[in-house]
C-alpha cells in the first residue's frame, strides 16, 4: 500500500505535462485501490483528487471504477442489515462526492436513489438515538428525501422530527451563570445614561442599549482562545417542534456566530435596561408620549394612535399587548424609511397573479440600501431582534403564533420600546456608522 504522506508529495496535476500527469494518476489510483482493499476510512483521499479534477485526465475506465467504489461504499455504509459496517455519516460522504457526477452526466434518477439511500440510513439511525439527536439525524433524512423528490418520506421524518424535538425540549435543564452586580456600579451607570435633560437621557439610553457590531464581533474571535471547541462545534437553535436555525463555526459562519453573540447580549443587558428605564420614570415622570413623540422624530408614523396604546400597555406591564401591538409598528416604521430610500415595499404575489403583496422585515433589512442608511449597529441589532432565526426572530415567531404567553415577559417589552428609541434616531445613527466606516 502507498503511504499516503508519499501521496501527498506527488507532483500536482499539470496541463500540458503529460508525462507527470500520467505518473501522478496512476500513483492516485494505486493509493485508491490499496484503500479499498484495506477498507480504509480514508477511501476519500484519492477520490477527492480524481474524480472532480479536471487536470486528472481520469481515463473512462478508472472513472468506471472510481463510480462503482462509490457505489459499494454507499451500499455498504448504508446497510442497516450490518450494525458491523453500518455507517451512515460514512455513506453521506461517499454519496456527495457521486450525486455531482450523476448529475453532471444527466443521470438524475441514480442522483435520486442515493438521496432516498442516505435518507433511509439516516432515518434507521435516528430510529435508535435519543430525542436531540434523533431530531438532528432526522433533518438530514428529510433534507435527503427532499432532494429526491420523496414528498411522503419528507413528510414523515419532518413530523416524526417534530415530535422528537418536543420530547427533547422536556429532557433539557437550564444553565445558569450568576453575575453579582455591587449597588455602587449600578447607580454609576444610572447616573451616566439618565441625565437632568431628557431628550439627552433617551438619546444615551438608546446608544448605550444598540448592539455594537465590533464589540460582538471580538467577542466572537475571542471564543476561538478562550473556547475553541465551542468555536468550531455546529450548533443547532430548536423551537419546540423544528431546528429553528443552524450556526456553523466561527471561522466558517462568522456571520451566524454574531447572531447568537447577540442573544447573549439580549440577555445580558436585562437589569441594565429595566433600571434605566425605572431611573427615567422616576427622574422625569415620562409617559407612554414622551415615547411615542420620540420614535416618531423622523415622521416615521402618520397616526401615532397604535404606538401610544402599545407603549400604554408596556408601561402597565400587558406585554402580551405590548408585543402584538408594537411589533408591527416596528415593521411599519422601516417600510416607510425603505420607501423614502426609493426602495420598493411591495412585490408581486407569489400566487395570485397581478397583485402585490407587502415586503417583509427580513428583506428590508438585507436590502443594502436600507442597511447602509441605518449603519452597522442598528441594522445588526434589528436583525438579531426581529427578523434572523439565528436572533430572537421576534418579528416572525409572533406573527407566525409560535410564542406561548409566558414569553411575553418584561424584557421583552423592554426591548421593543427600546428598539422605538432607535427609530427615533435612525438617521443619526446611520450618519455615526457611516463616519466610522470612512
Request: net charge negative.
Amino acid at each position: 500500500m502507498f503511504p499516503l504522506r508519499y501521496a501527498r508529495s506527488i507532483s500536482p496535476f499539470r496541463f500540458g505535462d503529460t508525462e507527470r500527469t500520467e505518473q501522478a494518476r496512476t500513483t492516485l489510483m494505486d493509493v485508491h485501490r490499496a484503500l479499498m482493499k484495506t477498507h480504509s476510512r480514508m477511501w476519500w483521499y484519492a477520490v477527492d483528487r480524481l474524480l472532480e479534477d479536471k487536470k486528472a485526465m481520469v481515463t473512462d475506465a478508472e472513472r468506471a471504477e472510481l463510480v462503482a467504489d462509490l457505489e459499494s461504499i454507499i451500499a455498504t455504509r448504508s446497510n442497516s442489515g450490518d450494525p458491523t459496517q453500518f455507517d451512515p455519516h460514512e455513506a453521506q460522504g461517499a454519496a456527495e462526492r457521486l450525486i455531482p457526477y450523476y448529475r453532471r452526466v444527466g443521470k438524475h434518477g441514480d442522483a435520486r436513489r442515493l438521496h432516498q439511500a442516505v435518507g433511509e440510513s439516516f432515518e434507521h439511525f435516528a430510529s435508535n438515538a435519543d430525542p436531540m439527536l434523533a431530531a438532528a439525524l432526522l433533518q438530514t433524512a428529510t433534507d435527503e428525501y427532499r432532494n429526491a423528490g420523496l414528498k411522503e418520506a419528507r413528510d414523515r421524518t419532518r413530523i416524526l422530527m417534530q415530535k422528537k424535538i418536543g420530547a427533547a425540549g422536556e429532557n433539557l435543564q437550564s444553565v445558569e451563570h450568576k453575575i453579582e452586580i455591587t449597588k455602587d456600579d449600578m447607580e454609576k451607570f444610572l447616573n451616566q445614561v439618565v441625565v437632568d435633560d431628557l431628550g439627552s437621557s433617551l438619546v444615551r439610553i438608546t446608544r448605550e442599549f444598540m448592539l455594537k457590531r465590533g464589540d460582538l464581533q471580538e467577542q466572537v474571535q475571542k471564543t476561538l482562545k478562550e473556547a475553541p471547541l465551542m468555536a468550531h462545534i455546529t450548533q443547532m437553535i430548536y423551537a419546540d417542534d423544528r431546528v429553528a436555525a443552524k450556526i456553523g463555526g466561527v471561522e466558517e459562519d462568522s456571520f451566524g456566530r454574531l447572531f447568537h453573540q447577540a442573544r447573549f447580549a439580549f440577555q445580558f443587558e436585562q437589569l441594565w435596561l429595566m433600571q434605566a428605564f425605572q431611573r427615567l420614570f422616576e427622574k422625569h415622570a415620562v409617559v407612554p408620549q414622551h415615547f411615542a413623540g420620540w420614535a416618531n422624530r423622523h415622521e416615521l408614523f402618520d397616526d401615532m394612535s397604535l404606538l401610544v396604546e402599545g407603549i400604554s400597555a408596556w408601561a402597565r406591564e400587558d406585554h402580551v399587548k405590548a408585543a402584538h401591538v408594537l411589533v408591527p409598528q416596528v415593521e411599519r416604521a422601516l417600510r416607510k424609511i425603505a420607501d423614502g430610500l426609493g426602495v420598493p415595499v411591495t412585490k408581486a404575489h407569489p400566487t395570485v397573479p397581478g397583485t402585490s403583496v407587502a415586503i417583509g422585515m427580513g428583506e428590508m433589512l438585507y436590502n443594502q440600501t436600507v442597511a447602509e442608511a441605518l449603519g452597522p449597529d442598528a441594522t445588526l441589532h434589528f436583525q438579531a431582534l426581529y427578523a434572523d432565526p439565528r436572533g430572537m426572530n421576534l418579528r416572525n415567531e409572533i406573527a407566525h403564533g409560535l410564542m406561548d404567553g409566558n414569553q411575553f415577559h418584561w424584557h421583552l417589552g423592554n426591548l421593543i420600546i427600546h428598539s422605538l428609541m432607535m427609530l427615533g434616531l435612525w438617521k443619526e445613527l446611520g450618519q455615526i456608522g457611516k463616519k466610522r466606516e470612512d
